[in-house]
């Protein structure tokens, strides 16, 4: 069953209030982003969708699979209350997702909701 309507996207921020996933797209050439974004976009309108776009890492965490050319990029991100959290960002370098960075996005979904559980967003 498809969303009735898209899905919210934010970005993690961290205490420093950096926004890791919106710095590492920004640090991409402008054609690479266009296409993460196309599919965060995608993704958005289409939730609950799988592979080969989407798939799930366990934990509640889930990647975006982008083909950027001779590169494949992932984002990490969790849903929560119709909210894409955007947790991190990588260009893969190996068949499997490197444990570092999947451990660093099950990181970044803890502190999410733990701040989410203490001030959950407003709802408009």
């Known amino acids: 069953m498809k969303a009735e309507r898209p899905l919210n996207v934010v970005f993690f921020k961290t205490e420093a209030g950096n926004e890791p996933v919106r710095e590492w797209l920004k640090c991409l050439p402008r054609e690479e982003c266009q296409t993460v974004g196309v599919d965060i976009l995608k993704f958005q309108y289409a939730w609950p969708i799988g592979k080969p776009l989407v798939d799930n ?8 699979r982008s083909r950027l050319g001779n590169r494949i990029a992932r984002t990490l991100f969790v849903v929560v209350d119709e909210e894409i959290v955007l947790l991190h960002g990588f260009i893969k370098k190996t068949q499997r997702t490197p444990a570092d960075e999947l451990k660093l996005a099950k990181q970044r979904k803890h502190q999410y909701l733990q701040t989410y559980e203490k001030e959950p967003p407003s709802r408009q």
């Open 57 to 64: 890492l366990g934990d509640g965490v889930w990647e975006i």
